[in-house]
Nanobody, 117 residues
Framework: QVQLVESGGGLVQPGGSLRLSCAAS????????MGWYRQAPGKQRELVAR???????VFADSVKGRFTISRDNAKNTVYLQMNSLKPEDTAVYYC???????????WGQGTQVTVSS
């Protein structure tokens, strides 16, 4: 069974930084893509950033220039570096991965990111 475990969430002041990590383990050796979604209270879950096995990335417009995503394919680990955090970044952040030639999608448990003074 594939498991995605997030870490690095927490409380940070506006303008601060956090680095999220997602470590994948289980039956799938490598993933086609890994990334992050987030969901704020009362809002839809949205894609934050994603990186595929070739290093191609996509970002939500709201985080471009502030967030970066990176991946260690050998370790099946993805990172989200979040800089210049804003209160509107407050959400539960979920690690997401596609594997099995894009046939399977996996989700982490989520980690809370709160940006507040």
């Amino acid at each position: 069974q594939v498991q995605l475990v997030e870490s690095g969430g927490g409380l940070v002041q506006p303008g601060g930084s956090l680095r999220l990590s997602c470590a994948a383990s289980g039956s799938i050796f490598s993933f086609n893509a890994m990334g992050w979604y987030r969901q704020a209270p009362g809002k839809q879950r949205e894609l934050v950033a994603r990186i595929d096995s070739d290093g191609r990335t996509v970002f939500a417009d709201s985080v471009k220039g502030r967030f970066t995503i990176s991946r260690d394919n050998a370790k099946n680990t993805v990172y989200l570096q979040m800089n210049s955090l804003k209160p509107e970044d407050t959400a539960v952040y979920y690690c997401n991965a596609f594997g099995g030639n894009w046939n399977f999608q996996y989700w982490g448990q989520g980690t809370q990111v709160t940006v507040s003074s």
